[in-house]
């Protein structure tokens, strides 16, 4: 049970140990953009303990500043 990667861009399903599949890709895609148009990573706690957390049971914020796009 180990993994090659960055925390912040880890999926729900990963770090739950279940069995997953190639929606995993379009998780870390998703938050990959979300980075690319915020300067942030959606889930970024702390420390990796955090993170993780965030991922599993934080729901998905965007920053107030966009909220006129988003409504």
């Known amino acids: 049970m180990s993994f090659v990667g960055t ?3 880890l999926a729900p399903e990963i770090i739950n140990g279940e ?4 929606a ?5 895609f998703g938050n990959f953009h979300y980075e690319l148009l915020f300067g942030k990573i959606p889930f970024k706690g702390s420390g990796n303990r955090a993170t993780l957390f965030n991922v599993v049971e934080q729901p998905l914020q965007f920053p107030v500043s966009c909220h006129h796009i988003f409504g």
């Open 24 to 28: 995993i890709d379009w998780w870390t």
């Open 19 to 22: 069995g997953h599949g190639s």
């Open 7 to 9: 925390h912040e861009y």
